[in-house]
């Protein structure tokens, strides 16, 4: 079975600062994708990157990042130059591959973005 | 491009009762895939449909069923209502089963509570 915790349930970070959230899992598969989810209060969940595991190196989209360990099983996500959008639940997410859509959620990160 | 429509928004039943929860996946997925996200929990896996079959299900009884029309909409029924059942229910739709880009479109959601 696949687990993923997220061990920090609120985060704060001021405006302009970088953050940095975490997340482990738990897999005995050697081939998955790893992701992060925005859940803003309007509940429509929005990716934010995603990480293939054979890949080495660390997937980035403009002011996002992560940390991808495979050997530690972590993956954290790093929001630079944070922006009162950013407010939002982060969800860490698994899925193993030719899984189709079954992903496995954490239970989330309550960031809120301080002007 | 019209994105993941639910309906309803919110909805409350009494225990024992029946409720079918709709979704419209994006113009062009033919794969839906439902989750449970109770509240301040992440998501939780259902099931899939693809191409009108469930090709996948999660942890969960089989008075949860679901549908997939010709057209890729999709509907989750639940059948005697439990106050456990009280969540806020995802749809989510992708191109493609097996193919392992990971993005799912997700809706805003069908908040149900049970009394």
């Known amino acids: 079975a696949q687990t993923v915790t997220q061990s920090q349930p609120e985060m704060s970070v001021q405006e302009a600062e970088t953050v940095t959230l975490s997340c482990t899992y738990d897999t005995s598969e050697n081939n998955y994708y790893l992701f992060w989810y925005k859940q803003p209060p309007s509940r429509q969940m929005i990716l934010v990157i995603r990480?293939?595991?054979?890949?080495?190196q660390n997937a980035t989209e403009n002011r996002f990042s992560v940390n991808f360990q495979k050997a530690a099983k972590s993956f954290s996500l790093k929001i630079s130059d944070s922006q009162l959008g950013d407010t939002a639940m982060y969800f860490c997410a698994f899925m193993k591959q030719y899984t189709g859509n079954q992903f496995y959620f954490g239970t989330g990160t309550s960031l809120t973005v301080i002007p | 491009e019209t994105g993941v429509t639910q309906s309803p928004t919110h909805l409350i039943k009494t225990r024992g009762q029946q409720v079918t929860l709709r979704c419209s996946s994006q113009?062009?997925?033919?794969?839906v895939s439902w989750y449970q996200q109770a509240l301040g929990q992440g998501p939780q896996f259902i099931f899939q449909?693809?191409?009108?079959?469930?090709?996948g299900r999660g942890n969960f009884p089989p008075r949860f069923s679901g549908l997939q029309f010709p057209n890729y909409s999709s509907e989750l029924n639940v059948n005697a209502l439990e106050l456990d059942d009280s969540a806020l229910y995802l749809c989510?739709?992708?191109?493609?089963?097996?193919?392992?880009?990971?993005?799912?479109?997700f809706g805003e959601g069908s908040r149900l509570t049970v009394l």
């Open positions: 989510a739709s992708s191109n493609g089963q097996g193919i392992n880009t990971g993005e799912l479109f």
């Open positions: 449909y693809y191409r009108e079959e469930e090709n």
């Open positions: 113009s062009g997925h033919n794969t």
């Open positions: 990480q293939e595991a054979y890949k080495q």
